[in-house]
């Protein structure tokens, strides 16, 4: 299997770092010329990850997205979700075909309000059944220093799943796999905004005690929100299936919104402690995925009608002017 890396940033550095510890030559674009010398010279990416080092044999970079397309079987899309469709519009509308593709992006495209694999179907003509998605519990910062990690990849094709999950397995990463496209998507999605809520908490003096419960509650809310989205998609033998208990769904919101590495708890505690949207964002010169996600699934969940009382305030702080500290007022009254 030839695989295809498209993104420059943390996340796709690690998941390159990982397919090539584990013997796999990649195609990898990055639309910086510079960062790419950097690599070949300095064998590290200069702006992400500096710890994670290359072989750069098993390096084949280009700035041509195109070109990296066409000379891989399985392309991992790895940019953050506010730029996918800058990054692919202007392809070939038959770019896909016979390509198998992994989604390592953690939002909703914000233009269109589309998971990835909508977008793809109704632009590329990309089948469900070709579409794979590979999400944590597992922070790039942990998978540079070789920490041990787990990954889930989430297929409808079983056995090619599996496959690929074997392609990253390695001492540091275990994996797993898992059949529930959808709502491991949308659990990504809501992750982030729900760790960007316990920014706010943190940067607001909230303690320990308060931020547990308010996981806690989240986890409600995002398996209710879930369940919705599943039941539209899925046959209801897959729903009975789903344990949102698992470290895809659980685990993944736990560590992002309690880990120092996380960007999205990093912009929340700018929040709370007073800095405009348009400062954090500023302040801290990386995506921020629930910022843009916040919007997303409040206008989604106009048509879906879950109870999510925890995200819309987070999304009327960060859209609609409401203070941090009138929106954890909000937040206080709801939870259990």
Known sequence: ???????????????????TDNGNTIHWWIRNTNTIATLKKRKHNPHYLGAAYFDTQKLILSCNVEEVIQQSDILVIAVPSA?????????PKDIFNGKKIISAIKGILPVTNQLLNEYLTENFNVSIEDYFSVLGPCHAEEVASEKLSYLTFTGIDDAFATE???????EYINTNINHDIF??????????????????????????????????????EMGGFCRKMVWEKESEEEQKSINYSASVYLGD????????????????????????????????????????ASKCIYKTNETVQARMPIATAIYQILWENLTAEEGFKIIEGCLQ
């Open 1 to 19: 299997m030839k695989f295809g890396m498209i993104g420059g940033g943390s996340w796709a550095t690690a998941l390159a770092k990982i397919l």
């Open 164 to 170: 690929i999950a074997l392609s990253f397995r390695t």
């Open 253 to 292: 919101l736990l560590v992002t919104c309690y880990s120092l590495y996380s960007r999205n708890r990093t912009f929340g505690n700018m929040i709370g402690k007073g800095y405009s949207v348009k400062s954090a964002q500023l302040e801290l010169n990386m995506v921020a995925e629930g910022y843009n």
């Open 83 to 91: 730029y996918v469709i800058d990054v692919l519009s202007s392809l």
């Open 183 to 220: 709502g491991v998507q949308y659990a990504a999605v809501l992750k982030n905004i729900y760790a960007l809520g316990a920014g706010i908490a943190h940067g607001l003096e909230y303690g320990d005690n308060f931020l547990s419960v308010y996981i806690a509650n989240c986890a409600y």
